[in-house]
């Protein structure tokens, strides 16, 4: 049973994502695992890639390292196996379109159905291209999710009136990183897609800290974490229980304040 609609139920949500396989992927279940008991309400884990274009330096060098560690998509299932040993929480894929390919839509969707992935995001399959994996994923009971950035004006209400899950609104024009500024007019879009749909909306690309993630939260349904996340398994390696736990609860509870 797909577990998407309960991650908005518990006020704000906040959504965190970690590299599968960075450093190693005894530690991505240990972290994911953290991340629940911290309060994150859905786990994105990322599927190495050689060539993550949408990603800023941070997550680039996650994927190499990761990768560089023999991280492979079936690898990927492995870590979701060992979760679901333990945690019902939700979670979804982020990866981008060729390691689907490659696999194969059929199996990947199957692998995702059985294994209780609930939603997949991939920032380089466009809107008008996602129904070539829709109906493998539907099969199975994944939710595409959709991606709506700052330019997407025109087509906001198409991509919004399609949308299953939740829509993934991304805060700035260029890759992900950390920022110290967000200036985009997100009210005025999370308005449009309000318009068309109520499928809840989490803002993800460039949110750090929880004076950012309370502004963002009181703007949609919830936020989107990463490259905060992936700098803290950067530096701390296989030994970043604490200060992961510590910051995903620090983002959950400004996230509950918005």
Known sequence: MNKIKQVFENG????GFLTA????AESTVRYILEMERAGADLIEIGVPFSDPTAEGVVIQEASIRALRGGMTTDGVFKIVEKVRESS???LALMT??????????EKFFARCGALGVDAIIVPDMPYEEKGEAQEAAAKYDVRIISLIAPT???RIQMIAGEAEGFIYVVSSLGVTGVRKEINTDLDSIVSS?????DVPCAIGFGISTPQQAKKMAASADGVIVGSAIVK??????DKAEKEIYEYVKSMKEACLQA
């Open 12 to 15: 704000k949500a906040f959504i």
């Open 21 to 24: 396989g960075d450093p190693d």
């Open 88 to 90: 019902h929480v939700p």
């Open 96 to 105: 981008y379109l060729n390691p689907v390919f490659h696999y194969g839509y």
């Open 152 to 154: 997407s004006k025109e």
């Open 193 to 197: 897609i309000r318009e068309a749909t």
């Open 232 to 237: 803290i398994i950067a530096q701390y390696g």
